[in-house]
Nanobody, 121 residues
């Protein structure tokens, strides 16, 4: 499966952005999809993941601010990011794997190119 992330940009602290991850090539609904991010000088970290609408998981740092969702008819996973903080500045990547969701980067087989999110004060 091929993944394409988009929707990043420059936003002021407190603002919102919605990222999209569009998949092609395989039966999308079979895949769990996650968002990871990599900030300047930092390792790539887990942000959120989804398999079914009722099966989602978030990093503690984004709980209550970010919402992950999917539209299998459109082969798309979204990450709605509200109340953005400067520390959310990073390149955001979407990733896919068969089976249930995971927070572990190494378990994801498929990766899209990242999209830059920059939060200014």
């Amino acid at each position: 499966v091929q993944l394409q992330a988009s929707g990043g940009g420059l936003v002021q602290a407190g603002g919102s952005l919605r990222l999209s991850c569009v998949a092609s090539g395989r039966t999308f609904s079979h895949y769990a999809v996650a968002w990871f991010r990599q900030g300047p000088g930092k390792e790539r970290e887990f942000v959120a993941s989804i398999k079914f609408s009722w099966s989602v998981n978030y990093a503690d740092s984004v709980k209550g601010r970010f919402t992950i969702s999917r539209d299998d008819a459109e082969n798309t996973v979204y990450l709605q990011m509200n109340s953005l903080k400067r520390e959310d500045t990073a390149v955001y990547y979407c990733a896919g794997k068969l089976g249930s969701w995971s927070t572990i980067l190494a378990e994801y087989e498929y990766w899209g190119h990242g999209t830059q999110v920059t939060v200014s004060s």
